[in-house]
């Protein structure tokens, strides 16, 4: 059951460095590319620096005293980029964000602006030239065009927005959790009184019914759980049913493979338990929601446990 499984939070998901991403926007911009740089030809690169992978780069503007990044850190940027005869291909747009590295995928050391990242600070702007030779050579090759001439470049342009460290990043992760859960709680006690539950709760702002108390026995942590539940959101739309296909949902409990008010919730019941689950989005899908959740979305669960395995 898709929609049950445990999103990946943004500092899991930064874990992995993010070469993919610089892929994803050449494979997004070169078809746009046409002639535009069919007869441009870079020759002086006296005024550019160069990484140990090959990548030529030089500073536009270059703020002292502020924090370099260091392997691990995450940078938050913006990125532009140009042809050779600087036609816009690409605006800055939203801002974007790279976990530093102490190396890259060989193939990816000319044909991607990635290196650059372990010679910047804070607000820093900076050019970088990505030769299209290299991409020829590189995993984009099928995907350049023909009018794309040897000797051009592509020219990114980057501005440094913010430089963190991982704990930084899930510090700053726990503080906006805690206020959203205090926001969502008010909602959550209204829901509570509008509806007149006698709803128990836990410190991580879970919030429970007991509709059916079961006698079976209580689930541990690494048990295979048999579950039946309708899901809904706040409003009372609903988004996923178990009881509507017929098919109960396994999963082992405690070990993250489904949201964590699944995790918690289950936990507290026994089986043959019929319980009401009103999970605020800190413990579901925060502020990415998935499918037909919208971001920070407080989800309520109809949930019978069924067995445990």
Do not use: C
Not at 5 to 15: A, E, F, R, T
Not at 123 to 140: C, F, H, K, T
Not at 170 to 177: I, L, M, V
Not at 200 to 208: A, I, K, V
Request: no cysteine; aromatic share 8%; proline share 4%.
């Amino acid at each position: 059951m898709r929609r049950l499984l445990s999103k990946n939070l943004i500092y899991k998901i930064m874990s992995q460095p993010f070469v993919l991403l610089f892929r994803l926007f050449l494979l997004g911009f070169i078809f746009s590319l046409g002639n535009a740089a069919a007869s441009y030809a870079q020759t002086n690169f006296s005024n550019y620096q160069k990484t140990a992978g090959g990548v030529l780069y030089r500073f536009i503007k270059q703020v002292p005293k502020q924090r370099k990044a260091v392997v691990g850190d995450i940078v938050d940027f913006t990125m532009a980029i140009r042809n050779g005869k600087d036609s816009l291909i690409r605006p800055a747009g939203a801002a974007l964000q790279f976990k530093v590295s102490a190396s890259y995928p060989k193939e990816d050391a000319k044909s991607s602006p990635v290196e650059v990242f372990s010679v910047v600070a804070e607000q820093d702007s900076l050019e970088v030239l990505i030769s299209i030779d290299s991409l020829r050579n590189s995993a984009q090759a099928a995907y350049l065009t023909p009018a794309l001439t040897q000797g051009t470049h592509l020219k990114y342009y980057l501005k440094i927005l913010k430089i963190r460290s991982m704990a930084d990043l899930e510090r700053e992760q726990r503080q906006k959790d805690s206020l959203q859960t205090a926001q969502e709680l008010q909602t959550i006690k209204k829901y509570i009184a509008d509806n007149q539950l006698k709803a128990q709760s836990t410190p991580t702002g879970l919030h429970y019914v007991i509709l059916q108390q079961g006698n079976g026995a209580k689930p541990a942590k690494g048990q295979t759980v048999v579950v039946h539940y309708t899901g809904m959101l706040l409003n009372g739309t609903k988004f996923d049913s178990s009881v509507d296909r017929g098919q109960p949902f396994e999963f082992p409990l405690g070990l993250g493979r489904v949201i964590k008010g699944w995790d918690e919730g289950i936990a507290l019941l026994n089986v043959g338990t019929k319980a009401k689950l009103i999970i605020p989005s800190t413990l579901a899908y925060g502020n990415r929601g998935t499918g037909n959740i919208p971001p920070n979305s407080i989800l309520i669960f109809d949930v019978e446990l069924l067995n445990i395995r």
